[in-house]
């Protein structure tokens, strides 16, 4: 396509990229941005070509923006097998939303929610990545937050199984469990007798 070899729809070429329209487009106007120098995916490309990428991307949603009138746009990248990608050659997705179309947002392409709280994702996400002294304070205070959120209900379900525990003890040691409120009894009774040894006494304590 870049050399000219397949036809394409092209609706923007420049020295770095290209665009074109999408072959089996999802709606009016969707259009693929590709840089013209093969990058298999976005992770190969560097800074610079990625700039020119999307400052193709932005100027290609601008033009249908202003001549196809569409209210929004889905704009992105299908990266790997899984995620849909035929074509091993990075291109961006600029889908025009209209009313009615039919489609969703973003978040509807996948519905795998995770099972680890988002301190534990981040962190693996940015391993062995230094991070700014305001982002660490951020999360620090985001972790205090939690633990002061997790500190009532460790108190309470700590209460209600001594409780259990307590109530599981009278059933298996009813025996036990006598004996020992009879020597705490005959305890206050030995203080009592003492106390009163020493008002007749006049002995102070």
Do not use: C, W
Not at 149 to 169: C, F, S
């Amino acid at each position: 396509m870049i050399r000219g070899g397949i036809m394409t729809d092209k609706v923007y070429e420049d020295s770095d990229t290209m665009a074109f329209l999408d072959a089996n487009p999802s709606a009016p106007g969707h259009t693929l941005v590709i840089p013209k120098k093969h990058k298999e995916n976005i992770i190969e490309m560097n800074e610079g070509e990625i700039a020119d990428l999307f400052r193709t991307v932005k100027k290609v949603t601008e033009m249908i923006k202003n001549n196809l009138k569409p209210e929004g746009f889905n704009i992105g990248i299908n990266q790997g097998q899984i995620a849909g990608q035929r074509v091993p050659h990075v291109h961006v997705h600029v889908i025009p939303r209209f009313p009615n179309d039919g489609g969703g947002m973003v978040q509807m392409v996948v519905n795998n929610k995770p099972k680890e709280d988002p301190v534990t994702i981040a962190s693996k996400i940015r391993a062995g990545e230094e991070l700014p002294d305001y982002i660490k304070r951020q999360i620090e205070d985001y972790e205090e937050t939690e633990k002061k959120k997790e500190l009532p209900e460790q108190e309470e379900k700590k209460d209600e199984e001594e409780e259990e525990l307590e109530e599981k003890e009278k059933e298996l040691f009813p025996h036990v469990r006598k004996e020992t409120e009879t020597e705490e009894e005959s305890e206050e009774e030995e203080e009592d007798v003492y106390e009163k040894m020493l008002k007749r006494m006049r002995i102070p304590k």
